[in-house]
């Protein structure tokens, strides 16, 4: 069995499983494995980053393919071969079913996420409701943990049971950085598949575009691209192009999406605005931005879950990790575990607990270059120190511009200090409101406040920071 059949029939069982097929990044690496290459050779002859091999998209493969394959044993790269030669056995030519679990309307490929614990949300499902009834891209925004692929499941689970005309829904993760000519590869096999037509599949990348607006126009589907913040790879540093040099295309594609006439509706997750996105609503084209925020009194509801006591103290979490719904979730259940359940107990400590996927997505704009420009950074670690070294909630903008500047030596303008600062409020990394004398306050989340100063402590201590080159 050659490397070609041999990843044919495990894209095979995992469409069969998963209701997905394989993507070029999961391919390479199984090529990879299976020619037992190094991560180094094959990512010097594809378009994607070692890194993005080796540390995002193999350790889930290999998880993925251990519950499909492993019958006990893991997979690994170096037991794939044998495991496949030994188990597999050549699978019959029966397509696949679609998973429809539930409702009429079948979901075309992917598996949503669990939201049996889906609390509140009432008003963002209504209006998500109207936004994909009346625009041909919806983008949800904010930051990790939000709660923002849980929405989009509980309202692809509305929509199936009820009378929105959708002739099906696409569930896609593309957080592994599809190229686009890969991506509308990939939704053009979907829809050939799901029509029960042979794919044709056109070697141009416009080509290829073209063919999948003939499937948007003629039917109507609902388009969802899961974790999209992996498209924006863009040095905004150095470039007003968000996307960078290998996913410029993307901004075309969704531009076509958006103004040309078709019945069916992108609908985008992502950490990270896009930019794009909001200069064409404000010229009237059918695309929204809408910026989901954290929980209210909804989120009681989580610690009722736990079995967590002192209820007159849940007010205080909640208000410290700003209903982010999954830090409550890995909050309850640590208190749980360390506190017996007492939330008065863990107050007593004092100290804010920082989650793995909250510090894993501020990892990725700090150190990924360009994710934050220079002069964001520096205005986060400005922000930072002064709330620390004053021990307030908040600070407010002409105070800050004044000391910023006079720190910069005035080698920035304000024009530029507040284009920063609205960026940052759009990643939701800077909160903002306005008080009873019209002045605007900023602050920061204590999340974010304990790994900013963190992590220009490291800068420190690595003799690396330099404030004005952060």
Request: some cysteine; hydrophobic content about 40%.
């Amino acid at each position: 069995m050659n490397a070609k059949e041999a990843i044919q029939i495990i894209d095979d069982l995992v469409f069969g499983k998963q209701g997905r097929w394989l993507e070029e990044p999961e391919k390479i690496v199984l090529r990879s494995a299976w020619l037992d290459l190094d991560y180094k050779d094959v990512a010097e002859n594809s378009l994607y980053d070692i890194n993005l091999l080796q540390r995002r998209v193999a350790p889930k493969l290999w998880v993925l393919l251990t519950g499909i394959l492993g019958n006990g044993e893991k997979v690994t790269k170096k037991r794939l071969r044998g495991i496949v030669e030994k188990q597999i056995v050549l699978p019959d030519k029966e397509p696949a079913k679609w998973n429809e679990a539930a409702g009429d309307l079948p979901i075309l490929t992917g598996n949503l996420p669990e939201i049996s614990n889906f609390y509140g949300r009432t008003p963002e499902l209504a209006m998500l409701k109207e936004l994909i009834a009346q625009e041909r891209c919806v983008a949800i925004i904010g930051t990790a943990g939000i709660g923002k692929s849980a929405l989009v499941a509980k309202l692809v689970q509305a929509l199936r049971m009820g009378s929105y005309e959708f002739n099906g829904f696409i569930w896609k993760s593309i957080s592994y950085s599809p190229l686009l000519t890969d991506l509308v590869a990939d939704l053009l096999r979907i829809l050939a598949y799901s029509e029960k037509q042979e794919l044709d599949l056109p070697e141009s990348i416009q080509a290829r575009i073209s063919k999948l607006f003939d499937y948007l126009r003629s039917r109507r589907y609902l388009v969802i691209l899961d974790s999209a913040e992996s498209l924006l790879q863009g040095d905004r540093n150095t470039s007003s192009n968000a996307y960078g040099k290998h996913y410029a295309e993307y901004g075309t594609f969704f531009n076509r999406v958006i103004e040309e006439q078709h019945q069916s509706c992108f609908l985008l997750t992502s950490r990270e605005p896009f930019i794009d996105f909001n200069r064409l609503q404000k010229k009237g084209q059918p695309v929204r931005t809408l910026k989901l925020e954290g929980l209210g009194k909804e989120a009681l509801e989580i610690f009722r879950f736990h079995g967590l006591t002192d209820e007159d103290k849940w007010g205080d979490l909640i208000q410290t990790y700003r209903g982010n719904p999954l830090s409550l979730n890995i909050l309850a259940d640590k208190i749980q575990k360390i506190c017996g359940g007492s939330v008065e107990k863990f107050l007593n400590f004092q100290t804010v607990l920082m989650t793995d996927i909250f510090q894993d997505s501020l990892d990725e704009l700090f150190e990924d270059k360009g994710r934050l420009t220079i002069l964001e950074k520096q205005i986060m670690f400005h922000l930072a120190e002064q709330l620390t070294k004053e021990s307030g909630n908040s600070i407010e903008l002409t105070g800050l511009l004044k000391q910023f500047k006079e720190r910069q030596q005035n080698e920035v303008t304000t024009s530029e200090v507040l284009e920063a600062i609205e960026a940052l409020y759009t990643r939701s990394l800077i909160e903002q409101e306005i008080n009873d004398s019209k002045e605007v306050l900023l602050s920061l989340e204590p999340q974010v406040i304990k790994y900013v100063c963190s992590y220009a402590l490291k800068l420190v201590q690595n003799t690396v920071y330099d404030f004005k080159s952060a």
